[in-house]
């Protein structure tokens, strides 16, 4: 079956540490990929996407994603954490091949929590 | 701010009343969608639309959602006889003909008591 699979629930990590939050996909073909940024009650922001191309891309916020055909993967990284970056990380996806409503796909998150 | 509004951004309600919800898009995305987010989830989808025609609905929206987009312009998102599992946050998302990212409204946060 067709899914988005984020396998840490919560991460916490101490501010000026690197971070890298997981991402696999189960879908026949390479589906468009997504990482989503979602503060306590608000809605989700795009940090970065990936569609094709270079497999290491830049988003916003200093977020950068690396995208693994091999491993089905869609990690994304910031170098150094800062506290405002506490939040709830989304990975997405978008099927690539058929018609339709190129719906996004989610992952359930994860928790990012930064220690000062 | 992506320039998607959601309205109003809370509510409140008895089990068995209506509600409604609306999102006004960015100005040139054609494309509307309402997802659906419960604590702990990430969003799942419920309905799209391509200008005013509604081409999808997830299996997710039972007879007791209907959602509009009249003039391919705003979109209201209306819930009838409304119970407990319907809490939840509900979100919007838009995007244009040319690209498959969307951008999301703040949502809007439905409690049924």
């Known amino acids: 079956a067709q899914s988005v699979t984020q396998p840490d629930i919560h991460i916490t990590v101490s501010e000026g540490a690197s971070l890298e939050l997981r991402c696999n996909y189960s879908?026949?073909?390479?589906?468009?990929l997504f990482w989503y940024v979602q503060s306590p009650g608000q809605g989700l922001q795009l940090l970065l996407k990936y569609f094709s191309g270079d497999t290491l891309v830049q988003g916003i916020k200093g977020f950068e994603a690396e995208f693994k055909r091999s491993q089905s993967s869609f990690n994304l990284r910031k170098p150094s954490v800062h506290w405002s970056d506490a939040a709830e990380y989304f990975c997405a996806v978008v099927p690539r091949l058929g018609a339709g409503s190129y719906q996004l796909t989610f992952g359930k998150g994860t928790k990012l929590s930064v220690i000062p | 701010d992506t320039g998607v509004s959601q309205n109003p951004r809370h509510k409140i309600t008895k089990r068995g009343q209506n509600v409604t919800f609306r999102c006004d898009p960015i100005?040139?995305?054609?494309?509307l969608y309402w997802y659906r987010q419960t604590l702990g989830q990430g969003p799942e989808f419920l309905t799209y639309f391509q200008n005013e025609a509604q081409l999808e609905k997830s299996r997710l929206l039972s007879d007791r959602f209907s959602a509009e987009r009249p003039k391919g312009s705003f979109s209201t998102l209306e819930i009838q006889r409304t119970e407990q599992g319907d809490s939840a946050m509900y979100l919007c998302a838009t995007r244009t003909g040319f690209s498959y990212e969307q951008y999301f409204g703040p949502g809007t946060r439905l409690t049924v008591t």
């Open positions: 879908y026949g073909a390479t589906p468009y």
């Open positions: 100005s040139e995305h054609n494309r």
